[in-house]
């Protein structure tokens, strides 16, 4: 996983990425909301911390992190379900659909 992340991260970089994001589509058949069928996409930044540094403030580089390129958390809060719920209890998981091609829109992988 780490190699195809480093990977990514330097063509992403090529073509001015600065940000990646999990495009996600709810399995249930749409979002809630009216209108029927609803993507939504979590977004991240394109930095992280070094965790291997000995200070305790650590300092930031930058990469894709390998651990969130195949599988991240949304914030399902956000979802519109007409009410309001706690995020922890609302999270879902992604995955990438190896299938799809990665691309980048608007500096975001």
Not at 33 to 43: D, T, Y
Not at 48 to 69: I, Q, W
């Amino acid at each position: 996983q780490k190699v195809i992340a480093d990977a990514m991260f330097t063509w992403a970089r090529e073509f001015g990425a600065i940000d990646f994001a999990h495009w996600f589509f709810p399995l249930r058949g749409g979002g809630g909301a009216v209108g029927g069928m609803l993507g939504a996409f979590k977004r991240d930044t394109l930095i992280d911390l070094e965790f291997s540094s000995k200070y305790t403030t650590k300092p930031m580089k930058a990469c894709l992190p390998h651990e969130r390129l195949f599988q991240g958390e949304t914030d399902g809060s956000s979802f519109p379900n007409g009410g309001l719920r706690v995020t922890h209890s609302a999270a879902a998981f992604t995955t990438w659909d190896r299938a799809s091609p990665p691309f980048v829109m608007d500096k975001c992988l």
